[in-house]
């Protein structure tokens, strides 16, 4: 290493600084003589040429006062490098300035005397512009980014401030600070905050403001409640906001910035969330307490029920579940723990009972309407006959689809067995008068025959009135006797297919010549066939126009329509009579069963009529019901299937 360094000459050395990339050039002693300059250097001087030996101030005249021969000479007398950049410099052959980093670096010898100085410049005139073009993309997206940030700071949902210096000026705010504090963003801009919202000094704000400002320590709260006053009064708000200090250079709180965002919406949306929780608490709580009253008045009712010995059953129509209070278990012969069924309970029925109790059951579960039955019972465990009366009805749900079917049951064998024993003996009685009465009206008979041969008008009329009370008494007692004979199940239909019409026609006929004083109104225009009992049909037409007669004034009119409507036959008995009220409407075919009232009181009766007409009506499957208004009138009306 030593050797090559050793290789390289003076004037080598001197060459390589001459020809080193950049203006290079040595100057040696107080005067400044050139020992080498490359051409670079001479254009920095702003000269042709720097020739060796040649003196600095032989080839700039203006040297001494150019200020880079000042720091020359000054790096030469305190030995130390002097640099200096961007030195703008008048280069000749560039018609605008250059600029150039430089150095003067001394050389000293081995005594540390400076014997000569470096001067190296750098043209970085290119290298300005560049860092120009530079620095004026950087100066552009600054101002877009402050742009942007500027854009993000008025239009974000929530209210944001800056506050400057300890009056906390209003530098910059948001429209929707505006509109928290119901202000004009043109209004509040450059102000002091409590100029703007002088009601805030009674409120806590401008302290924990100041806190903020001399502590730099931030500060936020949740849904703190503020009013501001507008032209329309005071308005209260609920806010969360954050109070954010800012720092200058020095570190020193110089402003605030303040996000407010307005949460009264869903404050108020919780409260009003709260208040109807709380309401519907309220209710669940009413609802479990009426609950309470329910089941206890179920509970009052179950025994109530139990205590009127009242049976209950309750049916599934669906699947048919069964369930039924323990008094119906009794009346069935049951114990608690047998597990029964709807036919378990069928087969407890008596067999002559038994087929009309589940065809009324189907019927009615079916196609709806009431369940009524009376029927002896053999108790299944203790074999023991009881009288049961059921009566239930069907459930629909909001479609009219049947879904439960529940009812009552009650115990009438006391009341059975006087009826049977009424029966019994209405029935002996009945018997034991008909043949004398049958012998009595042969006897009337002859003598009116007798009194008419020898012209005795006045024994005549009486002995046909006698004839028409004997009539009367006959027509009693064969109600009785169809009574009997309806309840020990004698009685037989004999089914044929008639005209309806037909038979209202001969009914009413005669009944217009029995009751000379009112007027029956036949209207029918068709024929109206069915297939049932003529005779009995025929004894539910005279009992009804019967009723019609009796119950109405004499002068009454009495109306029979019939129609037909979907596959049923319709006839109508009206009257315009005393009418029936609407409770004892609801009791008028259940046997012996008469109206208590001043106008029924005076017609004679046993309350069978009506009985008879309802078996008749319903051994036919028809159905049989009134309409009336008291004081104007009734209108019977039964149907039957048209043959
Ligand atoms: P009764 O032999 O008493 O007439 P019914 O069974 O025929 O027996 O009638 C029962 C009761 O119904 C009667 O007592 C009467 O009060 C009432 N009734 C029947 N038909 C009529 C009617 N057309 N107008 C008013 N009341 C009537």
Same mark, same amino acid.
């Given at each position: 290493?030593?050797q090559?360094?050793?290789?390289?000459?003076n004037e080598?050395?001197?060459?390589i600084?001459?020809?080193?990339?950049? #203006?290079?050039a040595?100057?040696?002693?107080?005067?400044?003589?050139?020992?080498?300059?490359?051409?670079?250097?001479?254009a920095?001087w702003g000269?042709? #040429?720097?020739?060796?030996?040649?003196t600095?101030?032989?080839?700039?005249a203006?040297?001494?006062?150019? @200020?880079?021969?000042?720091?020359?000479?000054?790096?030469?007398r305190?030995?130390?490098?002097y640099?200096?950049?961007?030195?703008?410099?008048?280069?000749e052959?560039?018609p605008?300035p250059?600029y150039?980093?430089i150095?003067?670096q001394?050389?000293?010898?081995?005594?540390g005397?400076?014997?000569s100085?470096?001067?190296?410049?750098?043209?970085v005139?290119e290298?300005?512009d560049?860092? %120009?073009?530079?620095?004026?993309?950087?100066r552009?997206k600054a101002?877009?980014?402050?742009k942007?940030?500027?854009?993000?700071?008025?239009?974000?949902?929530?209210?944001?401030?800056?506050?400057?210096?300890?009056?906390?000026?209003?530098?910059?705010? /948001?429209?929707?600070?505006?509109?928290?504090?119901?202000?004009?963003?043109?209004d509040?801009?450059?102000r002091?905050?409590?100029?703007?919202?002088?009601?805030?000094?009674?409120?806590?704000f401008?302290?924990?403001?100041?806190?903020?400002?001399m502590?730099g320590?931030?500060?936020?709260?949740?849904?703190?409640?503020?009013?501001?006053?507008? @032209?329309?009064?005071r308005?209260?708000?609920c806010?969360?906001?954050?109070y954010?200090?800012?720092?200058?250079?020095?570190?020193?709180? +110089?402003?605030?910035?303040?996000?407010?965002?307005n949460?009264?919406d869903?404050v108020?949306?919780?409260?009003?969330?709260?208040?109807?929780?709380e309401?519907?608490r309220?209710?669940?709580?009413k609802?479990?307490?009426?609950?309470?009253?329910?089941?206890?008045?179920?509970?009052?009712?179950?025994?109530?029920?139990? #205590?009127?010995?009242?049976?209950t059953w309750?049916?599934?129509v669906?699947?048919?579940?069964?369930t039924?209070?323990?008094?119906?278990?009794?009346?069935?012969?049951?114990?608690?723990?047998?597990?029964?069924?709807?036919?378990?309970?069928?087969?407890?029925i008596? @067999?002559?009972?038994?087929?009309?109790a589940?065809?009324?059951?189907?019927?009615?579960?079916?196609?709806?309407g009431?369940?009524?039955?009376?029927?002896?019972?053999?108790?299944?465990?203790d074999?023991?006959?009881?009288?049961?009366?059921?009566?239930?009805?069907?459930i629909?749900?909001?479609?009219?689809?049947?879904?439960?079917?529940?009812?009552?049951?009650?115990?009438t064998?006391?009341q059975?067995?006087d009826e049977?024993?009424?029966?019994?003996?209405i029935n002996?009685?009945?018997?034991e008068?008909?043949?004398?009465l049958?012998?009595?009206?042969?006897?009337?008979?002859?003598?009116?025959h007798?009194?008419?041969?020898?012209?005795?008008?006045?024994?005549s009329?009486?002995?046909?009135?006698?004839?028409?009370?004997?009539?009367k008494?006959?027509?009693?007692?064969?109600?009785?006797?169809?009574?009997?004979?309806?309840?020990?199940?004698?009685?037989?239909?004999?089914v044929?297919?008639?005209?309806?019409?037909?038979?209202?026609?001969e009914?009413?006929?005669?009944?217009?010549?029995?009751?000379?004083n009112?007027?029956?109104a036949?209207?029918?225009? +068709?024929?109206?066939?069915?297939?049932?009992?003529?005779?009995k049909?025929?004894?539910?037409?005279?009992n009804?126009?019967?009723?019609?007669?009796?119950?109405?004034?004499?002068?009454?009119?009495i109306?029979?329509?019939?129609?037909? /409507?979907?596959?049923?036959i319709?006839?109508?008995?009206h009257?315009?009579?005393?009418?029936?009220?609407?409770?004892?409407?609801r009791?008028?075919?259940? %046997?012996?069963?008469?109206?208590?009232n001043?106008?029924?009181n005076?017609?004679s009766?046993?309350?069978?009529?009506?009985?008879?007409?309802?078996?008749?009506?319903?051994?036919?499957?028809?159905?049989i019901?009134?309409?009336?208004?008291e004081?104007?009138?009734?209108?019977? +009306?039964f149907?039957?299937?048209?043959?």
């Amino acid at each position: 290493m030593e050797q090559v360094y050793n290789q390289i000459t003076n004037e080598e050395l001197l060459r390589i600084i001459a020809d080193a990339p950049g #203006a290079r050039a040595v100057y040696s002693t107080g005067q400044f003589v050139i020992v080498t300059a490359n051409r670079a250097m001479s254009a920095v001087w702003g000269v042709p #040429a720097l020739k060796p030996g040649q003196t600095l101030e032989q080839v700039a005249a203006q040297l001494p006062v150019n @200020p880079q021969y000042l720091l020359l000479q000054q790096a030469y007398r305190t030995g130390k490098p002097y640099t200096a950049k961007n030195i703008k410099t008048e280069v000749e052959g560039h018609p605008i300035p250059r600029y150039f980093d430089i150095c003067y670096q001394p050389i000293k010898n081995e005594s540390g005397e400076v014997h000569s100085i470096l001067h190296t410049a750098t043209d970085v005139t290119e290298l300005n512009d560049c860092l %120009r073009d530079h620095e004026h993309v950087y100066r552009d997206k600054a101002n877009s980014m402050e742009k942007n940030l500027l854009s993000l700071v008025m239009h974000a949902h929530y209210g944001l401030v800056i506050l400057r210096g300890s009056d906390f000026i209003i530098e910059i705010a /948001n429209s929707e600070m505006a509109n928290i504090w119901d202000k004009q963003l043109a209004d509040i801009t450059g102000r002091p905050l409590l100029e703007v919202l002088p009601e805030f000094n009674d409120q806590p704000f401008p302290v924990l403001l100041k806190q903020v400002f001399m502590t730099g320590i931030g500060h936020g709260q949740d849904e703190a409640v503020c009013y501001i006053e507008t @032209p329309l009064g005071r308005k209260t708000k609920c806010v969360s906001f954050y109070y954010d200090p800012l720092f200058d250079e020095a570190g020193a709180v +110089s402003g605030i910035i303040v996000s407010v965002a307005n949460v009264s919406d869903k404050v108020h949306n919780r409260q009003l969330l709260v208040k109807s929780y709380e309401e519907q608490r309220d209710l669940i709580n009413k609802l479990a307490l009426k609950n309470q009253e329910l089941q206890k008045s179920e509970e009052m009712l179950r025994m109530s029920i139990e #205590a009127a010995k009242v049976g209950t059953w309750f049916i599934n129509v669906k699947t048919l579940e069964f369930t039924m209070s323990p008094r119906q278990r009794v009346l069935f012969g049951f114990h608690t723990e047998d597990k029964v069924s709807i036919a378990d309970l069928m087969n407890q029925i008596s @067999p002559e009972y038994r087929g009309r109790a589940q065809a009324e059951f189907t019927k009615v579960v079916t196609i709806g309407g009431l369940y009524n039955t009376e029927a002896p019972v053999l108790g299944y465990h203790d074999q023991k006959t009881r009288w049961v009366k059921s009566s239930g009805s069907v459930i629909a749900d909001e479609e009219g689809t049947f879904t439960y079917f529940s009812g009552v049951s009650i115990e009438t064998t006391e009341q059975k067995q006087d009826e049977l024993r009424k029966d019994h003996f209405i029935n002996i009685v009945s018997h034991e008068l008909k043949t004398p009465l049958t012998s009595l009206k042969g006897y009337i008979q002859l003598l009116q025959h007798k009194a008419e041969s020898v012209g005795d008008e006045y024994m005549s009329v009486n002995l046909a009135r006698a004839d028409s009370k004997l009539d009367k008494m006959t027509s009693l007692i064969n109600g009785f006797l169809n009574v009997h004979q309806l309840e020990s199940g004698k009685i037989k239909l004999t089914v044929e297919q008639f005209d309806l019409n037909a038979l209202i026609k001969e009914v009413a006929d005669e009944t217009n010549m029995r009751r000379k004083n009112t007027y029956v109104a036949f209207i029918a225009n +068709s024929t109206a066939f069915v297939k049932a009992d003529r005779e009995k049909i025929g004894q539910v037409l005279v009992n009804l126009l019967d009723n019609a007669n009796k119950y109405s004034h004499p002068s009454g009119k009495i109306e029979v329509y019939c129609s037909e /409507n979907e596959g049923q036959i319709t006839v109508s008995i009206h009257d315009n009579g005393i009418g029936i009220s609407m409770d004892s409407q609801r009791r008028i075919f259940e %046997r012996y069963y008469r109206v208590e009232n001043q106008d029924s009181n005076f017609v004679s009766g046993f309350g069978i009529g009506l009985y008879l007409c309802h078996e008749i009506v319903s051994r036919h499957d028809g159905k049989i019901w009134v309409e009336s208004v008291e004081g104007e009138g009734s209108t019977f +009306s039964f149907s039957l299937a048209a043959a």
